[in-house]
């Protein structure tokens, strides 16, 4: 993550968001604001983009990301291509020279500390 914070590009800041929600890059890297709850301000991923076919609501600050993207695009993470950001994950890793790590760790990480450290319900 400090690697990451250290970097000015919209790669580095979907690959920490995708990190900090436990979310699939694909997930992040298709993330828009028009699925994010006025309400509660929390973004919701719709069943048809869920590798389980539910709906997902993910809880965090997005203020600061919202203030942060260009031109206040659709995208959370707007970028020349979806296909850039879509494998940028692996890319950014690489240019990093972190090969020991992948997006889909970060993600398996997440749900194995949730169902060791926490009383929530595998789904949740």
């Known amino acids: ?45 719709p ?16 203020r600061q990301l919202r203030s942060g993207t260009v031109a206040r695009t659709i995208l959370f993470f707007p970028a020349n291509s979806r296909d850039h950001l879509f494998n940028m994950a692996l890319m950014l890793l690489r240019r990093m020279r972190r090969d020991d790590l992948t997006a889909h760790g970060f993600c398996a990480s997440c749900k194995t500390r949730a169902s060791e450290q926490t009383r929530c319900k595998r789904e949740i």
Do not use: C
Not at 3 to 32: C, P
Not at 47 to 62: D, F, Q
């Open 1 to 45: 993550m400090v690697e990451l914070r250290e970097r000015n590009a919209m790669d580095a800041r979907a690959l920490q968001f995708t990190i900090l929600t436990g979310v699939r890059t694909s997930e992040a890297t298709g993330a828009t604001w028009d699925k994010v709850a006025p309400v509660t301000k929390g973004w919701i991923i």
């Open 47 to 62: 069943e048809n983009r869920m590798k389980g076919g539910r709906e997902h609501r993910v809880h965090y600050l997005l």
